[in-house]
């Protein structure tokens, strides 16, 4: 059986890397990746069971999405990263 490529490739990591941001393991900390199709993929905590009745009246989350959370240090760090347009 051939696998073929997923349609959808990591381009680049977004801000610094767990390293960078002084992560004690290196290798389990939350991180967000800029992906081929201008889409963005973010590694984080899953907290949607906890989080998903709090969330506000105009705001919905469909079954195949989760509620991730991140640390602040590491959103603000990809913020210069991010392409404004």
């Known amino acids: 059986m051939h696998n073929e490529p997923p349609a959808v490739r990591i381009l ?10 002084g992560s004690a393991t290196y290798d389990t900390c939350p991180d967000v990746f800029e992906l081929s199709d201008g889409n963005f993929a973010v590694i984080g905590t899953d907290r949607t069971e906890e989080l998903d009745a709090l969330l506000p009246d105009d705001a919905a989350r469909a079954d ?5 959370v991140i640390t602040r240090d590491t959103l603000l760090r990809a913020k210069r990263d991010i392409p404004d347009a």
């Open 64 to 68: 195949y999405e989760r509620i991730v």
């Open 12 to 21: 680049r990591r977004i801000g610094d890397s767990p390293r960078q941001r």
